[in-house]
């Protein structure tokens, strides 16, 4: 795929109601459960954006700010906000639903970054990313900060 190719983002979205499996003693969901589907919606977002398969290369630091408890809803929404050459960062809010109010609560925020692989595994030119709107360019600078750290990140670890 030409490097020039230029798309806008679509918005995934994953619905989910909790289940006692994926709680702990007090009845809240685990946090490997919530990232596990902040990974999986922002890989769909990542791999319909690239229209190919993509793999995680690396998740920031998450805060998880409410409980989501058994029987709530919880809901995903994953957007790419930034495209480099192969990778691509996505970020992935969480919601806790009242599933008879619909009342949405802010739950937690992450940014993770993906890369479009070939079949053997190989990083593959991603289409660039077209902001338009004020928060799409806002988001695109913060995308845009996370590769940066995380190019460092990879730099230092080589230097070691
Ligand atoms: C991600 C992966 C494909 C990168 O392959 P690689 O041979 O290191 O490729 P490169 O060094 O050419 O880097 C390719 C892109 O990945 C990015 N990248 C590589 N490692 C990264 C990391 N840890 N965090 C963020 N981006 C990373 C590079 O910055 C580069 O981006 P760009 O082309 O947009 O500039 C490879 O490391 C991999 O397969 N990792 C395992 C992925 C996986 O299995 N994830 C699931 C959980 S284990």
Known sequence: ?????????????????????????????????????????????????????????????????????????????????FTANTSMVVKADVFRVNKFSSKEEFACSGYLVFVAVDSNGEPRVVPQLRCVTKEEKKYCKIGEGIKKRSQERRRREAEE
């Open 1 to 81: 795929m030409s490097k020039k190719t230029t798309k806008r983002a679509v918005e995934v979205i994953n619905t989910e109601l909790v289940f006692p499996t994926h709680t702990n003693h007090y009845g809240t969901i685990f946090g490997g459960r919530v990232l596990e589907l902040m990974d999986t919606t922002g890989a769909l977002a990542a791999m319909r954006f690239a229209n190919e398969e993509a793999v995680t290369a690396s998740i920031e630091a998450i805060d998880f700010k409410k409980p989501i408890k058994v029987g709530d809803i919880i809901e995903l929404k994953a957007r790419v906000i």
